[in-house]
């Protein structure tokens, strides 16, 4: 708690002082405001299709981050060419791009056309980030940084990176799960001339030797991070404290990686500014609630063609999780139960028409069973004895624990996979349920995440690196920050446009009457949204 008021404090003081990159922000009403419904194809299409990044070096899951729900993408699509080259490591192969640079480790050269089209498709979906490239590309808010990148790296991953070089940063980028790099599109960012270490099975040596080389290479000193797991910010500050010292910051995506930067913080051993971009309103707000809606859908259909209509379904906890899946649910004509510890959520589940129940009162009717809580042991084998025969059971909060399945793994009980993700447990009475994805988040093990979330979430990591980057001296000390206010709003009105949205202005006297400035931010740091 102490951590984050003072998170607030924070960003309360940043608020009302000097503005990130002003020129970056003032554009943000325009964004808003400006784009016809027909221009907004047009401003997709980049104007340089043919980027040949600003970058010194071109060439060659942590096993961690398992929990920044906004970058990985699950995709049957990413195919690997271990046949064609008999499964040799990556790191032994000799590969170069068609411009004769080595300075790259992935798994085939080869597959990069595939890749730049999964990237193209990505980019439609992206207006955000890709709105932010263009507006800013001739300035350059990025010249001189030099980033370390340690994210999934996926199409939408790539449109990212590719935006971070087109305002002027040079990378150099590897995976932060050693399953979730789509092959095809490293593949595509190499041919690119980006210095891309990550392939889809790297061992867990070869995870930290891929973080290694976008730490170290001639002539290469790295002044920002971008982390999603802490792995590259872990590395760093253990093997090379001298270069971590020096860097302008870290920006971090994911829950656990956050967690360990108020560790730093709070035993006052962070030597830089970090900032936390997980906790942003654009994240929580967006990722959590409209992220899982429409992916709670995809996973179970693509698992188990499920039909929702007249299906009871059990969904614990009711926060923006619960809200998004509980939701989604009962559009499609399910018959939707939630189970909720605190009141105030449990009110608004009545308030929004859904039963608010003990898991014990539904357990024996239910269809389908829905964890979104983020803690421990909330369903376990006594409840899962009393489910009825056939009920799916997934799991889409941060934790492999809230169903508890390893009491499942008992000699009574028989395990048969069904498909890929799927297991069926049969109870020696004949009574079988369907497990997805064995208790992990089902959405990031099962479907795909939406793109235009993930524009949302790169926008937001852009804006911070820019902001930490740009920062004048003193603005951030050694300590943890939330992405201010004003630029959650501005990476909102990016993706404005896209919907054809005009914000409608405050007037004068508005203005007067009611404090707020005719740029934002418009709303104070406390308020709930
Ligand atoms: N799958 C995804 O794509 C995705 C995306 C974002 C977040 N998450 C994860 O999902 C989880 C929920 O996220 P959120 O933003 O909704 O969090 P939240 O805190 O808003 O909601 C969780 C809710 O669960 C309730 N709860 C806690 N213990 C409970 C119990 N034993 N029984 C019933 N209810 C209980 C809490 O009161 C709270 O209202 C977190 O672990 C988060 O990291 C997953």
Redesign the pocket.
């Known amino acids: 708690m102490a951590e984050s008021s003072d998170s607030l404090q924070k960003e309360r003081k940043m608020t009302s002082g000097p503005n990130f990159s002003a020129s970056v922000v003032r554009k943000s009403a325009a964004a808003a405001n400006i784009p016809p419904a027909n221009n907004s194809m047009k401003m997709m299409s980049f104007e340089n299709k043919q980027r040949r990044p600003n970058r010194i070096h071109r060439r060659s899951v942590s096993v961690s981050s398992t ?1 920044s ?2 970058s990985a993408s699950y995709s049957d699509a990413s195919y690997s060419s271990d046949d064609e080259d008999g499964g040799l490591n990556p790191r032994e192969k000799e590969q170069s791009n068609s411009s004769g640079q080595s300075d790259f480790c992935i798994r085939n050269i080869k597959l990069s056309d595939f890749g730049r089209r999964e990237i193209e498709i990505a980019e439609q979906e992206m207006p955000g980030i890709v709105l932010l490239r263009k507006r800013n590309h001739n300035e350059k808010p990025l010249e001189g940084a030099r980033i370390v990148g340690c994210t999934h790296i996926t199409a939408q991953a790539a449109v990212l990176i590719e935006t971070l070089s087109a305002l002027g940063a040079q990378v150099r980028w590897c995976a932060c799960n050693i399953y979730s790099t789509q092959n095809e599109v490293a593949a595509a960012l190499a041919e690119s001339g980006y210095p891309i270490f990550a392939w889809k099975g790297e061992s867990e040596e070869d995870f930290w030797w891929c973080i290694e080389k976008c730490i170290t290479y001639p002539a290469w000193t790295p002044n920002l991070i971008l982390d999603d797991g802490g792995d590259a910010t872990h590395l760093m500050l253990k093997k090379y404290p001298s270069i971590f010292n020096q860097l302008k910051g870290i920006v971090e995506e994911s ?1 656990t990686g956050v967690h360990r930067l108020y560790q730093l913080s709070k035993a006052q051993t962070l030597s830089i500014p970090a900032m936390n971009v997980n906790d942003s309103v654009t994240k ?1 707000k967006f ?3 409209y ?2 809606r429409e ?2 859908l995809d996973s179970l259909k693509r698992t188990t063609d499920v039909m929702f209509g007249g299906k009871q379904v059990l969904i ?9 899946c509980c939701q989604a649910l009962k559009g499609l004509g399910a018959v939707v139960y939630v ?4 009141p ?2 449990a009110l608004q589940a009545c308030m929004d028409g859904f039963r608010v129940v003990r ?1 014990e009162e539904s357990i024996k009717i239910i269809d389908i069973l829905i964890t ?4 421990k042991h ?1 369903v376990r084998r006594e409840h899962l004895d009393r489910l009825k025969n056939g009920c799916i059971v997934c799991n ?4 492999n624990t ?1 169903i508890d399945v390893g009491s499942l793994r008992t000699p009574d009980l028989t395990w048969e996979k069904v498909r890929t993700q799927v297991d069926h447990i049969v109870w020696p009475d004949g009574k079988r349920i369907t497990l997805l994805a064995e208790g992990r ?4 093990s099962c479907s795909s ?1 939406p793109s235009f979330v993930l524009s949302i979430t790169a926008t937001t990591q852009a804006v911070a690196l820019i902001e930490l980057f740009r920062a004048p001296f003193g603005r951030y000390q050694n300590d943890v920050y939330l992405l201010p206010k004003k630029m959650d709003e501005y990476v909102a009105a990016l993706h404005l446009p896209s919907f054809d949205a005009h914000l409608t202005e405050l007037t004068d006297d508005q203005v007067k009457y009611s404090g707020v400035s005719k740029t934002g931010p418009f709303k104070p740091h406390y308020y709930r949204y």
């Open positions: 929990d729900y906004s829950v929580t990722d959590n609630l992220c899982c992916s709670i614990c906890g009711y926060g923006e999780v619960g809200k998004g189970t909720e510890v605190d105030i959520c898991i979104c809580t983020g803690n909330v889409m909060g941060h934790s809230e988040l089902v959405n990031l995440v």
